[in-house]
């Protein structure tokens, strides 16, 4: 006890600059320290998105499987496994007895859907065009289900020579954590890339933490004043980024890099050289002025994922997170996604029943809309506890498009202040523009709904 009191006395507070630019360690160093978020993160899909193949991360059916184009007889791929390897086999366009076989180098997901790359010579890790759905249990063409494209084993094999299914050169930014492609051809038929790790680290939200490491693990008075520091000041952690620390718009660049890229194409490379932090050398750490840079044109159907509904809602999967900057919520408030996804635990609700209507959602609102505290059941027009009771039953409808699984279906817009408007479904039909009213009454017309509307809230 005396040997520590001297050591720590001995010690003195050293003092840390807000802007910094380390180099990344690697998710095992942060566990060293932060065992609890460590162990939650190890769990989750992020730390799980990206890994080599074995018996617990291959998902997909290897066991002398035959795909055939659907509608026809015709054995068009074979998926094998010799229980060390993967592989899957496609039948060559213009030979049709002969077989080209790759090996399955790298698995991407397992929660919805599994992607297959494979290595190939000049060092680009090929996405194979069949996926598998973990929902549907069997392999499909993915980017054919997207563009809504017919499926023929040319196109299949088209699929594989486009540049952007050289993975490693495009999808990989958001799949691992802080990629470093140092050269690549035009072709995209060569490229040497690497990473820090595999998935979504914690350095891929944080920022590399080498600087970090440093500042903590040399003196023990440091982790003292930085804990009160950060407790009961506010401030930032030292040489680390925290989003919930950061400037409103740089907190929510952390998530938007992966889950919100609607953007003109010409600034693509702005959310690939993008990294959580405060870099002195001015490395982007701030994406928010490119958050709303794509207009909302109705019927947009370009790319698939970022469509637009006929009124010009955000539709598609990749507008999840324009759809909740979209909303008076978040011009007027501060609600951010770890509100309510856990940010280690993925998935997880940061509350248990915060991520379905709820009362535990409902609170979530009232936190803000107090004036609605007591008379929830006056302003919904729903008997408490039933559907249409709940705040996200009508201010979040599910009306953002997702065929992440392979195969359609609609999920919570995150657009939290999104009002019913079943006039725009009157005008544009339910295909066109739905609205929350028709999502539970489908038994009636959006004529009936706009007269509904009309008479509760007056």
Not at 169 to 189: G, P, Q, S, Y
Not at 282 to 308: V, Y
Request: net charge neutral; proline share 6%; charged share 20%.
């Amino acid at each position: 006890m005396l040997a520590a009191a001297g050591l720590f006395a001995s010690t003195s507070y050293e003092s840390y600059s807000p802007l910094f630019d380390a180099e990344y360690v690697g998710s095992r160093v942060c566990g060293d320290c932060h065992t609890e978020n460590h162990a939650l993160w190890k769990e989750s899909p992020h730390a799980k998105m990206l890994r080599r193949p074995t018996k617990d991360s291959v998902v997909g059916n290897f066991d002398d499987h035959d795909w055939r184009v659907p509608g026809t007889a015709t054995v068009v791929a074979r998926m094998t496994s010799d229980g060390k390897n993967w592989f899957m086999a496609l039948v060559h366009p213009r030979k049709p007895d002969v077989s080209i076989r790759f090996r399955i180098d790298w698995v991407v997901g397992y929660q919805y859907r599994q992607v297959y790359l494979t290595q190939e010579p000049g060092g680009v890790l090929r996405r194979l065009p069949l996926q598998w759905s973990v929902e549907r249990g069997e392999f499909f063409p993915y980017w054919n289900l997207q563009e809504g494209s017919a499926i023929t084993l040319d196109d299949l094999w088209t699929q594989m020579g486009t540049t952007n299914s050289a993975w490693n050169l495009f999808c990989a930014r958001c799949h691992t954590t802080n990629l470093v492609i140092e050269r690549k051809n035009a072709e995209h038929t060569e490229a040497v890339t690497h990473w820090s790790d595999d998935g979504i680290a914690c350095e891929a939200c944080h920022g590399p933490g080498s600087m970090h490491v440093n500042y903590f693990a040399t003196n023990i008075v440091n982790r003292v004043v930085a804990f009160a520091n950060s407790k009961l000041r506010g401030e930032p952690v030292a040489y680390i980024a925290m989003a919930r620390k950061l400037p409103k718009g740089q907190d929510l660049s952390v998530c938007a890099r992966c889950h919100g890229p609607d953007i003109l194409l010409a600034n693509t490379n702005i959310y690939r050289i993008y990294e959580p932090g405060y870099s002195k050398k001015g490395r982007i750490n701030d994406l928010s002025p490119h958050f709303k840079e794509t207009p909302l044109t109705p019927g947009r159907k370009q790319p698939p994922t970022m469509e637009c509904w006929e009124d010009g809602r955000p539709k598609g999967i990749g507008m999840l997170f324009r759809s909740f900057i979209e909303s008076k919520c978040y011009d007027k408030a501060d609600p951010r996604c770890y509100d309510c996804h856990h940010p280690h635990a993925a998935k997880a609700p940061r509350v248990q029943g915060l991520l379905q209507a709820s009362d535990a959602s409902n609170e979530y609102c009232l936190r803000c809309h107090d004036d609605l505290r007591g008379r929830e059941d006056e302003h919904s027009h729903h008997a408490q506890g039933t559907a249409g009771s709940f705040c996200y039953d009508c201010h979040m409808p599910h009306s953002i498009q997702n065929i992440v699984g392979g195969y359609e279906k609609f999920v919570r817009t995150h657009n939290m202040s999104t009002i019913p408007n079943p006039a725009a479904t009157v005008e544009h039909g339910m295909q066109g523009a739905p609205n929350a009213c028709n999502e539970c009454h489908t038994d009636e017309t959006a004529e009936w709904a706009v007269e509904q509307t009309l008479r509760l809230w007056k």
